[in-house]
C-alpha cells in the first residue's frame, strides 16, 4: 500500500490521527516520570493540532482502551482506531537510558495494519519539549515533504513602566527568556537567517537608533546611530544587506546598508514617508508602506528602490507589510471604518485579498513562521496586547502568551542552523 500523503497545496484536508499516550517502556520501570510523560504528550499533540494537518481523534473513545496494547504490530488492534474514525496512529514509549529520557515514536498505518515510521528522541530532563517538537516536526514532513516549524522561537517586546524590553520564547509560548533589557524603550526586533542574532531599535542613547543583538554572547553592538532616526531593520534573506527607515533630512525614506552599518544607499526618494521594509524571499523585492498617495499603502519596489509599485488600493491606513516566506503573498495590518485593526494578505502578482481576522478585537503585527505555514501577531481581545499565532489562512487563532504586561511587534524567527 501506498504511503499516506497530504496534499498541501490549495484547501488543506485534515487527516484523522490519534497520539495515545507515552506507555512506560522496561527501562524506565519503577521512574518516577508522569510530569516527562504527560509533557511530551501534550506538547506533540498541540504541534500536530496547530499544524493544520491534522485532525485529531479522541483516544479516549477507543472501545475499552488501549492501556494493553504495545508499540509493535501485532499488539495493536487496528480495527478498535478505524471505529473512532483514525486513519493513522501514533505509538509513543518512554523509556530512560543514564537519568536522560529516550522516546520512541511510532506511526502506523490503521488501514493497512502496519507501522510506516519511526525513531528515537534522545535528550536531557529538560529538553523534553524540545524532542516532542522535533517528533512534530518529523511526523509533518513525513506526510508533508515539508520541514515543520515547531523547534521554531518568537521573538517580542514586553511593555514595562519606563522602558521595553525583548524577549523570545518557543513558537507556543513556553520558555520565555529575556534578550534585550537595558534599561530603555527597546522596539521592533528582527531575526538574522541565522537565528542567532536579531535587529532592534533602541533609544539608549536618547533617540532610536539601530542595534543588533548577538543571542550566544548576550552582547548588543550599533549598527546605525545617525543623526536623526534609526528604526526597524530587516535583514535580507542572506544576511548581506540591511533595510531600516532614516530620517536623516527630517523625512523617513528606506536605506540599505551593509551588515556592519557602512555604505547606506537610499532606496526611496519621495516627499512622503516611506517606512517599514520587508524583503521578498529571494531579496530581489521589497515591500514597504508608503503616503505618497495621501494614506499609508502597501507598496513594492526593487531591491535597488527602482520600479516603485503601489499594492493595496483598499482602506486608507495600511501598515506593517511581512512577506511570506513563499513569496506569493504579503501579510500586513489595516484599519477599517470602525477604526479597528485587522490582519489581512494580498497576492503579490494578482493583488487578491484575504482577511484572517474580524470582530475580534484589534489584531496587528504579522510575522510569518519560516515554512510560510504560519503567522504569529498581536490581538487585544482578551484585553492586553498578547500574542497569538494562525494558520496562513487565518485558521487555528491561539494565544500563546498570557501576561499581564502589554506585548508588541512579535517577530516569527528562523529555523536552527
Not at 506538547?43 to 494493553?68: C, I, N, Q, R, W
Not at 488501514?111 to 522535533?134: D, I
Amino acid at each position: 500500500m501506498a504511503q499516506p500523503k497530504i496534499e498541501v497545496k490549495g484547501q488543506i484536508k485534515a487527516f484523522p490521527i490519534a497520539v495515545d499516550a507515552p506507555r512506560l517502556l522496561p527501562d524506565a520501570a519503577g521512574a518516577s516520570l508522569e510530569g516527562i510523560r504527560s509533557e511530551f504528550h501534550k506538547t506533540l499533540e498541540f504541534d500536530l493540532s496547530f499544524s493544520g494537518f491534522f485532525e485529531l481523534k479522541d483516544v479516549s473513545a477507543y472501545p475499552g482502551g488501549a492501556a494493553a496494547e504495545g508499540l509493535t504490530d501485532a499488539t495493536i488492534s487496528f480495527d478498535k482506531w478505524l471505529t473512532i474514525g483514525a486513519k493513522a496512529l501514533i505509538k509513543t514509549g518512554l523509556g530512560m537510558m543514564g537519568g536522560r529520557p529516550r522516546f520512541e515514536v511510532h506511526l502506523f498505518d490503521t488501514v493497512a495494519a502496519r507501522e510506516l515510521w519511526s525513531n528515537t528522541y534522545k535528550g536531557g530532563l529538560n529538553e523534553v519539549r524540545q524532542k516532542a517538537h522535533q517528533a512534530a516536526n518529523d511526523i509533518v514532513q513525513y506526510f508533508t515533504n515539508e520541514r515543520g516549524a515547531f523547534d521554531t522561537r518568537i521573538a517580542f517586546v514586553k511593555k514595562l513602566p519606563g522602558k521595553t524590553e525583548i524577549w523570545t520564547m518557543d513558537y507556543d509560548g513556553a520558555n520565555p527568556q529575556p534578550a534585550v533589557r537595558n534599561g530603555h524603550r527597546s522596539l521592533f526586533p528582527s531575526w538574522h537567517p541565522s537565528g542567532k542574532r536579531m535587529l532592534f531599535t533602541s533609544w539608549v542613547q536618547g533617540k532610536p537608533d539601530l542595534f543588533e543583538y548577538d543571542l550566544e554572547k548576550n552582547i548588543s553592538r550599533i549598527i546605525s546611530n545617525r543623526p536623526e532616526m534609526n528604526l526597524g531593520g530587516f535583514y535580507s534573506p542572506d544576511g548581506k544587506s540591511i533595510a531600516f527607515t532614516w530620517s536623516q533630512d527630517g523625512n523617513h525614506e528606506v536605506y540599505r546598508l551593509n551588515p556592519d552599518g557602512s555604505s547606506p544607499v537610499r532606496l526611496t526618494n519621495d516627499w512622503s514617508i516611506d517606512i517599514t521594509p520587508s524583503w521578498s524571499p529571494d531579496g530581489k523585492q521589497i515591500a514597504f508602506v508608503s503616503n505618497r498617495s495621501g494614506n499609508p499603502h502597501i507598496y513594492i519596489m526593487n531591491a535597488d528602490g527602482s520600479s516603485p509599485k503601489r499594492l493595496t488600493f483598499n482602506g486608507d491606513y495600511n501598515q506593517t507589510p511581512r512577506w511570506s516566506p513563499r513569496g506569493d503573498v504579503i501579510a500586513f495590518t489595516a484599519r477599517d471604518d470602525r477604526k479597528i485593526m485587522d490582519l489581512f494578505t494580498i497576492h503579490v502578482q494578482t493583488g487578491e485579498l484575504k482577511r484572517l481576522t474580524q470582530d475580534q478585537g484589534n489584531n496587528e503585527e504579522p510575522s510569518w513562521s519560516p515554512n510560510g505555514r504560519y503567522l504569529t501577531f498581536l490581538s487585544d481581545r482578551t484585553g492586553t496586547s498578547q500574542v497569538w499565532i494562525m494558520n496562513a489562512d487565518g485558521a487555528n487563532q491561539r494565544r500563546i502568551t498570557n501576561l499581564n504586561q502589554a506585548l508588541q511587534t512579535p517577530s516569527w524567527g528562523p529555523w536552527s542552523q
